[in-house]
Structures are given as C-alpha cells and as structure tokens.
C-alpha cells in the first residue's frame, strides 16, 4: 500500500520534472538495456573522474599560490622553519596541514589524477579488444587518442605545482623529452620554458593545468559524447552474426531511456567511486617531499609519477637518447590515432584479429613491465642484452599464445560454419549468405 503510494508520487515528480525541463529533448539517446553493465561505460566512469578533479581543482584553487618566491607567510604557523621555501609548496603545505580536511582534499586530487588515468587505460585497452573503433566509430576513436594526450598533459603539468625538488627534476627532464618532439618540440619550447626563469615555468605549466588543458579537454569530450551520441553504444563483440552468441534482435529493440535510467546507473558508479577515493586518501595521506632548492634534497632520485615511469626507463636504456625515446612514443602514438585505417577487416570479435591483439597484449605487457622496472631501478642504466632477455619474451611469449589461440579457435569456427550453413533461423542473414559489410549492418541497426 505504502510502496505503491510512493512509486505513484515518485512517478508523478519525475513526470513533472521532465515535462518542463524538456529532457527528453536533450537527454542522451536511449541504449539498449543489456548496456547495464560496468564494461559499457568505461567512459562515463573516467568522466566521472574528471568532474571529480574539476571540483576538488577548484577547492585546491582557493589557497595555491603558483609563485617560486620565498615566503614567510604561506606556511601557516610554522613560517619561520621554511623561510626559503617558495610560495607554491608552502601554499601547499598549508593545504595539508592547516585547512580544515584540507590533506583528504589534496590526497584525493592527487589519487583521482591517477585513478582516472587508470580508468582512461582500461577504457581504450577494452576498446581495443572488443573492436569499437571499427566503422563507423573512427573519428570517436581518434578524437578519444586525442583526449589521452590531453589528459597526460594534465597529470605532467600538475606534478610540478607542488614545487617539490622531485617534481621540479622531473619535469626537467619531461621537458628535455617534448622538445625533441618533431615539428611541435621547437614550436613548445617558448611556451613552455616562457622568460627562462623558474617563475616562468612554473607560471606556464599552473595556467596549462588550470586553463588551457582543461578547456581543451572539455571541448574534446564535447566532441568524443556527440560522436558517441550520433552512432550509439557499439554493440558487443559478439554481434557479429557468425560468432556464436548473436547480438539479437530482441536485445537490440528494448532500450531504456538515458534519463533517469542510465544516468542514475552511472551517478552510483561516481559515487562509489568518490566513496573509495576518500578511503584510499584518509587512509595513506599523500606526503610532501622537500621544496625545490632545499639542501636535505640535493641528492634526490628522478622518478615521474606511475603513468611516465616506462617512458623514463626506456632512457635509461644504453644508447637509447632522448630523440630515440621520442620517436618510440611518436610512433606508438600515430599507430593508436590511425589503428581504425590498419585494421581494416569487418571482424570485431578479438579471435578474428590475431595481429592487432598481438600487438595490444605485448604493448600492455610491455607497459606494465616498464612500469615496474622503472619504479624498481629509477636512472639505473640498462645494458643492450638484459633489455633484449627481458623485453624480448614478452613479446615472443605473447605471440605464441595468440597464434595458437587464433588456430584452435580457426578450427571450430569453420566447424560451426559448416554446421550452419544448412537451417539458420536467427536474427541476422544465414553465415553462408552473410555480406562481407554484414558487422557493420548488425551495427547499424544497433544505433537506430
Ligand atoms: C579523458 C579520456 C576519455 C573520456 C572522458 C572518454 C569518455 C567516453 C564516454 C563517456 C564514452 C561513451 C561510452 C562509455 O561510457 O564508454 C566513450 C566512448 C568511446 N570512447 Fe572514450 N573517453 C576517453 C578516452 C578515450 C580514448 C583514449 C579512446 C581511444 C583511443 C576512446 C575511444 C572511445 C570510443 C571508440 C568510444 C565509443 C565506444 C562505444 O560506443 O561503446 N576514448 N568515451
């Protein structure tokens, strides 16, 4: 009686509420419903992120100074003990220590800077496997390539504002790095560098931080939602109608509207995900290092944070310059923004992609391999040999394992094949008869 009384007055708010926002007209298209699931929005998760840096940004913004001047003020009650420390890691300083929650504020910043980097991996790494970036979802593809050097950026230019000695060599040696860039290296350099000074820099890389990324990042997500809003969610990998369980008909006609539904699916996502990111940070507090020009930091290791660690290593490698480092990320860079022009088969489903799955699972491997070393041996030198006995398996190992996958599997699809070819009364048109654009005909009526 009671719950029926509720649903009713519930139902009626909500009526009122969409007839004068008119939210039908601006909500996002309706999905259909078997997309509740984490895996389909991996995107909204890393833009729940996002809102989460924008908001806590903003708090931080409130008492940050971006100046290297000396200050006796900015460290709160302590002054005297830092009277040569610059203005941005006192400010900093006072942050943790002296604003009301001030520590779980900057610990979260820091940490959702590298959950939503995480997140942003898993995003593109899923993407990768099931295939989304095939027709016709490239321009999605490559606007979200575009979106992960935007937020790198982010993550490169925050690291130095709490002017830490370990952040200020790091960024120095971040710089050295993008100045070998081809073609956008020399245009960088005044931008980046400003007068020279260290004021300049760090003036330079607080207004790319707070201001120019950013809204580059929001007009680039803008652009990344219209696409994705314009072809739909991409169906799973299993739509293609020669795999064995078939996106059907019927999964792809019941669709639920994005409002209340999807967004309220995906707020419970942030919300968790708020939950545990003031968790982690309450629990393992963030901890300054030593100012930039303090002596008890004179012989302090260069190390990035997490997501620069490979890049790092890879110049600790012998004969490995930085213009070698560059060219490397150049290279794996243009293969991610034009890998919808490489793969160019109709095939989404992972089995049917040895090549490009051989290539994603060694670069994971590689990464996560890096990573590790490079926390491990932070400007430790590489000889030529080790790097080959340790890199060298992963991709031999990786190769192996995706070729004898790809056989098995060629085999049993073929014996479906046949199996098929005779009474077929599903969704789509018979396997024998299916066209070669027939992926993308399936996606088609998905995005309807
Ligand atoms: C800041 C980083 C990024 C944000 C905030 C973001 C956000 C989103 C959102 C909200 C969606 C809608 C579906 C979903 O929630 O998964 C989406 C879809 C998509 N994203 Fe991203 N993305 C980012 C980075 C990337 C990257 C690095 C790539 C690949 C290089 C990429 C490629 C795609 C593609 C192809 C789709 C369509 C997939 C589908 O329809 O299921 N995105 N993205």
């Known amino acids: 009686m009671f719950s029926h009384w509720y649903n009713r007055t519930l ?7 969409e007839d004068r926002t008119s939210m039908k007209k601006w909500a996002l298209r309706p999905q259909p419903d078997f997309t ?4 389909y ?13 924008v908001i806590s940004g903003a708090l931080l913004l409130l008492y940050y100074q971006p100046s290297t001047a000396p200050t006796l003020t900015a460290c709160g009650q302590v002054a005297g003990t830092f009277s040569t420390a610059p203005a941005a890691w006192c400010s900093t300083y006072y942050i943790i220590n002296s604003v009301p929650m001030g520590s779980l504020l900057l610990s979260s910043h820091l940490y959702g800077a590298y959950a939503m980097i995480f997140l942003m991996f898993v995003h593109f790494f899923r993407g990768y496997y099931v295939g989304v970036y095939k027709a016709p979802r490239e321009f999605s593809w490559m606007v979200g390539t575009l979106l992960m050097l935007t937020t790198l950026g982010m993550g490169f230019t925050g690291y130095l504002l709490p002017y ?4 200020l060599n790091a960024t120095n040696v971040g710089i050295v790095l993008a100045l070998r860039l081809p073609t956008f290296g020399p245009l960088l350099g005044p931008f980046i560098l400003a007068d020279g000074t260290s004021q300049g820099l760090l003036s330079r890389m607080f207004d790319a931080h707070v201001l120019l990324i950013p809204v580059a990042l929001g007009a680039l997500l803008y652009a990344h939602i219209a696409l994705f809003e314009s072809h739909g969610i991409a169906p799973p990998a299993t739509s293609d109608p020669l795999q064995r369980r078939r996106f059907t008909e019927k999964e792809d006609k019941k669709h639920v509207p994005f409002m209340p539904h999807i967004f309220f699916y995906i707020t419970k996502w942030g919300l968790l995900y708020v939950g545990v990111l003031f968790g982690i940070a309450a ?7 030593a100012y930039a020009g303090n002596v008890a930091a004179a012989g302090i290791v260069t190390e990035p944070d997490w997501y620069f660690l490979w890049l790092f290593k890879l110049v600790d490698f012998t004969g490995v310059t930085p213009v070698i480092a560059v060219a490397v990320t150049t290279v794996l860079m243009l293969y991610v923004l034009f890998l919808p022009f490489l793969d160019r088969s109709k095939r989404t489903h992972p089995r049917d992609r040895p090549l490009f799955i051989w290539i994603a699972t060694s670069l994971l491997g590689f990464f996560i391999m890096m990573t590790v070393w490079g926390g491990e041996t932070p400007g430790v030198q590489i000889a030529p040999m080790q790097v080959a006995s340790t890199i060298g398996p992963i991709f031999l190992v990786n190769g192996l394992v995706t070729a004898l996958f790809h056989l098995r599997y060629r085999r049993s699809y073929a014996r479906r094949l046949a199996a098929r070819s005779v009474p077929y009364s599903g969704a789509y048109p018979s396997p024998g008869s299916v066209p070669s654009g027939s992926v993308g005909a399936a996606e088609a009526s998905s995005s309807e």
Do not use: E, R
Request: glycine share 6%.
């Open 283 to 289: 629990l393992w507090p963030w901890q300054l290092t």
């Open 164 to 167: 830490t000695q370990l952040s």
């Open 41 to 53: 929005w991996t995107g909204a998760f890393v833009v729940n992120a996002f809102l989460y840096q």
């Open 36 to 39: 509740f699931k984490p895996s």
């Open 11 to 17: 139902n009626k708010i909500w009526g009122f509420v």
